[in-house]
């Protein structure tokens, strides 16, 4: 099969959806697929990868990151129609994917849109008012759905999101898919030497980036007296983004200098060595739809503790691989103080979370969302013909 591939953001980029579609990409092709990629352009960087085209992009905004495309080339609007292309996969309902969505139309070919955000809760990127934002975000997602096959959400708390804005499309739902491998066989490498972590000290680990939708300076005070104590453990960020200065000066207001570890960003083959390397992960952001990263550290054999809201609540079992608390700092530290605590507890959830992330090998997912494409091509030639 011939898919084209129209996502809005994409490498160098780093986020769990351009993971995602470039894992899917990785595992449809060695599937024996044939895919190509449609991406905003990034300065710089070259593809490693053939099939990959890119649109002029520029960033508008440091605080966001990504860049935006204006998806006007006559050598791809040329090259598009000659790809013999059996479906399109769109990933976002911005340019590019509504790009995708356009030539799905002319060429009269299937096509699928994956909801991967609730873009609505990044209104505050936006310098206007926020109820006018988020309205526009609702409009951009249901607009786009209307134009596309089939919508595929990662999690039945984002089918619901869908129902409630009025999407009438048909949608199915469709987990992303990990590596099981590169986290069920980490190890932690020199990743506490490096960091100053003594061997018997207990980490508490946040991987993703570091952003105000994440709500990491909640995460921060809420954690506060259990890291500042003489036998406490230590928390670990790895990523990068736009409040990485400001939660490095809050931890220090806090007086966590040294309790808290800035690890930066990391390129992903070096992830799992952290998560290997710690004894928890945590999560405080309300915004997730299913979030890669939560899926990794159940991989990884770590227990979970987070909020409990959509993305998070369809994934953790609560008192089986984590604990879920209410968006209140003395339920989500008393949580974490609890695992942390408990050797015993700490490490029969973090077997049973392993256990869970069976379900989300990409091999699994892919070949489900295959299904998916087929059966959409099917529907589609069904009613062309009738």
Known sequence: MRIGIFVDSYKP?????????????????????EVHVFAPSARGYRDLEPRVYRFWAINLSTKVGAPFAFPYSPRLFALI???????????????????????????????????????????????????????????????????????????????????????????????????????????PG????????????RVILYCGRLAKEKNLTFMLQALRDLLRRADGPRLLLVGEGTEAEALTREAERLGLGGRVLFAGPMPYAEVPAYYAASDLFVMTSVTEVRPLALLEAMASGLPV?????????????????????????????????????????????GRRARQT??????????????????ETRRSRQARSSA
Do not use: K, W
């Open 13 to 33: 980029l780093v986020s769990g959806v351009v993971h995602t579609v470039d894992l899917t990409r990785r595992e449809l092709e060695a599937q024996g697929h």
């Open 81 to 187: 129609p000659r790809l013999g292309l059996d479906i399109i996969h769109t990933q976002h309902p911005f340019p590019v994917g509504r790009l995708g969505a356009y030539f799905a139309r002319r060429l009269n070919l299937p096509s699928v849109y994956t909801f991967h955000t609730q873009y609505e809760q990044y209104a505050h990127y936006i310098p206007l008012s926020r109820r006018l934002v988020q309205a526009a975000a609702r409009y951009l997602v249901v607009s786009h759905a209307e134009r596309c096959d089939v919508i595929t959400c990662p999690a039945p708390s984002a089918v619901e999101i869908l129902t409630a804005y009025g999407v009438r499309r048909p949608i199915e739902m469709l987990a992303n898919g990990i590596d099981l491998r590169a986290f069920e066989t980490s190890q």
């Open 190 to 201: 020199d990743v506490r030497v490096r960091l100053g972590i003594g061997a018997q000290e």
């Open 305 to 349: 503790v987070a909020i409990a809201a959509h993305g998070l609540t369809d994934t953790v079992t609560h008192g089986v691989d984590g604990m879920l608390t209410q968006n209140d700092a003395a339920a989500f530290a008393a949580a974490v103080e609890r695992l942390i605590t408990d050797d015993t507890q700490r490490r029969a959830m």
């Open 357 to 374: 992330a069976q379900t989300y090998s990409i091999a699994h997912t892919t070949r489900r969302l295959v299904e998916i494409y087929e």
